[in-house]
């Protein structure tokens, strides 16, 4: 009888190790992937601010491609919109490069798309 109940409770115990597991696992995956997202959205609107301050009178463009250059050297591809996104917060905060370093200050309603 006592064979018995300690079989039922080492298979309720693998049980509940599967499920706490499973939802532990989802939940450091969910918060690493928003870490790196942020670190990500950082080096973008850091890079954006350099774009300005080096490319002065260089077109949209110009600055742009300045950005996709500088993150592929840091083995980072990410979507368009995320770059555009960050010139928009700098903008739309009344940042400029001189206030770069402060960039991160600005409101992020755009999550960077990774593509790593």
Known sequence: MNEII????????TAI???VTKYV???IKANLTAAEQQRVQ??????????EQQLK?????EKQEYVIDALKEQGIKVDVNAIEAA?????????????????????HD?????TQ
Not at 42 to 48: G, S, W
């Open 25 to 27: 696992g989802k939940w």
């Open 57 to 61: 009178m260089g077109s949209g463009e």
């Open 87 to 107: 010139v928009l917060r700098m903008h739309s905060s009344g940042l400029n490069y001189s206030t770069a370093h402060n960039i991160t200050d600005a409101p």
């Open 110 to 114: 755009t999550s960077p798309t990774i």
């Open 17 to 19: 190790l599967g499920i």
């Open 42 to 51: 950082k080096i973008i609107d850091d890079l954006v601010a350099a774009a």
């Open 6 to 13: 300690i079989n039922l409770i080492g298979i309720a115990l």
